[in-house]
């Protein structure tokens, strides 16, 4: 089964960084848009940054100019750089694919 693999989260203290990495095992990686979506508690989850096949990006308003989605197809990676990091991004950190079911997350808590 094709599955999405997070990890690199953790705590942070506001104004920090974290990468965010997600493997993805799936031999056709690389002609699919994969994203990064956020839940923070009692709240929706929402989309925080995609990126296409051809590597255009997308992203949330809140994140733009801190954070950046990259890719690796040879390595089926792809990567959340988060910047300038600030409380209200506390959530559990998703990766997404057209692919593969949710992946368990990775927490990212930012302390003021």
């Known amino acids: 089964q094709v599955r999405l693999v997070e990890s690199g989260g953790g705590l942070v203290q506001a104004g920090g960084s974290l990468t965010l990495s997600c493997l993805a095992s799936?031999?056709?990686?690389?002609?699919?848009?994969m994203g990064w979506y956020r839940q923070a508690p009692g709240k929706q989850r929402d989309m925080v940054a995609t990126?296409?096949?051809?590597?255009?990006?997308n992203y949330e308003d809140s994140v733009k100019g801190r954070f950046t989605i990259s890719r690796d197809n040879a390595k089926k990676i792809i990567y959340l750089q988060m910047n300038s990091l600030k409380p209200e991004d506390t959530a559990v950190y998703y990766c997404?694919?057209?692919?593969?079911?949710w992946g368990q997350g990775t927490q990212v808590t930012v302390s003021s």
């Open positions: 799936a031999r056709t990686f690389s002609t699919y848009t």
């Open positions: 997404n694919a057209p692919f593969a079911p």
């Open positions: 990126i296409t096949s051809a590597g255009t990006t």
